[in-house]
């Protein structure tokens, strides 16, 4: 699942970003589906503010598993690209890259998020309430940031977090996360670890960085240092 900006050149100038990335990294780009979605179930402002959102669907590397690539160390790969992708078109001139954010990319879950009411998701990604949608578990979670203004970005549930509650000690978190990433290491990502940082992306909400903290401790299989 990504958010991406509405403009069309913008959009696709993300686009090919997270495709080059892709493929440099072996997968195949299989294609781009925009996710079906009804913008009256929203309110204005939420209308006003909503992102161009679609879902990039990739393939594994042929002989994946005889390289190896089991499910754990595919879902890496795909934590590692998107990593990637978010650095560069971070780091990029492309106009409203702000509005690209991806709620998922993973071989597991997908993600569908907005800023909504937890009621109004169905009927905005009607998909949803088609009974041939089916799934192992599904957790829904509503809230908003407090810390910062809501958008669609900051709105739950994260990849591996839905939290409640305040984290006021944000930015003293943020700088012990940037400083220990001189002495992170981890097996799983054959010294290309530096691909991940910074392990909290800048601008995220309280819940949002803790959020890129969990994710991170699970991909690389370690635990943090305390």
């Known amino acids: 699942m990504c958010f991406l900006p509405v403009e069309k050149h913008r959009r696709l100038q993300c686009e090919g970003v997270f495709e080059r ?35 990039l669907f990739v393939g594994r590397p042929q002989g994946a598993d005889q390289s190896g690539l089991d499910e754990d160390a595919f879902e890496r790969l795909l934590y590692r690209i998107r990593r990637r992708t978010e650095n560069e078109i971070a780091a990029s001139e492309i106009e409203d890259k702000g509005t690209f954010y991806v709620p998922s990319f993973s071989c597991r879950t997908i993600v569908y998020k907005g800023l909504m009411l937890a009621p109004q998701i169905e009927r905005f990604y009607y998909e949803l309430a088609n009974p041939l949608v089916t799934s192992a578990l599904c957790l829904v979670h509503q809230r908003f940031s407090t810390n910062t203004f809501p958008s669609w970005k900051l709105a739950h549930p994260y990849r591996y977090v839905s939290h409640n509650g305040e984290i006021n000690t944000v930015r003293g978190n943020i700088s012990w996360m940037n400083a220990r990433q001189s002495v992170l290491e981890s097996p799983l990502y054959d010294g290309q670890i530096d691909k991940l940082y910074p392990v909290i992306s800048p601008g995220g909400s309280d819940s949002a960085s803790l959020d890129n903290a969990v994710e991170f401790l699970f991909q690389s299989g370690r635990s943090l240092p305390t």
């Open 21 to 55: 990335i892709a493929q440099e990294e072996g997968l195949t780009v299989l294609g781009w589906r925009d996710t079906p979605i009804n913008g009256d179930a929203v309110g204005r402002e939420a209308r006003a503010s909503q992102p161009y959102i679609e879902q």
